[in-house]
Every structure is written in structure tokens, then in C-alpha cells.
């Protein structure tokens, strides 16, 4: 069995094609499902994105954190050593 591609359909577990999901339905289901599923996967990626951007700024501020740090106890050190 060919799904709406022309790509063969999946094989089951115990060798027996499974009907792609597409093929059970009309052309216009088919290209609302297809749009459907654009939308959901643009609102993932951006989500992906923002995600990343809030992992790099909490990331950036951990590590100015640990240089300001860093900083004043070397600062703390050679004042007391003198």
C-alpha cells in the first residue's frame, strides 16, 4: 500500500503493512489535517526557540554570578593578605 506520497506504508510488527493515517481520508480533510499539523509544528518550534533563549540567558547569569563572585573573593584575599 502507497500513502498520499507514493511512500510505502509502515510494516507492522509481524510484517504486515499498516495503512498510512492520510490515506483513510478525503482530500479536503487531508489538507486541513496537513495544515493542522504545520501550525502545531511551527508553535513547537517556536516554543523550542524560546526555550533555548531563556536556557542561554539563565545560563549567562550563572556565570556572572560565579565571575562577580570569583571577583570578590580574590579581591577579599589580597586585602587580607596585606
Do not use: Y
Not at 492520510?22 to 508553535?43: G, K, M, N, W, Y
Not at 570569583?70 to 593578605?81: D, F, I, M, V
Request: positive net charge; charged residues 25%.
Amino acid at each position: 500500500m502507497v500513502d498520499l506520497w507514493g511512500v510505502p506504508a509502515a510494516k507492522g510488527l509481524c510484517g504486515q503493512s499498516r495503512p498510512s493515517r492520510f490515506t483513510r481520508l478525503s482530500p479536503a480533510t487531508q489538507a486541513s489535517e496537513i495544515d493542522e499539523r504545520r501550525i502545531q509544528s511551527c508553535v513547537h518550534f517556536m516554543t523550542l526557540k524560546k526555550l533555548n533563549r531563556l536556557a542561554h540567558i539563565r545560563l549567562k547569569k550563572g556565570r556572572d554570578q560565579t565571575h562577580e563572585v570569583q571577583r570578590g573573593l580574590g579581591g577579599r584575599q589580597t586585602r587580607t593578605g596585606i
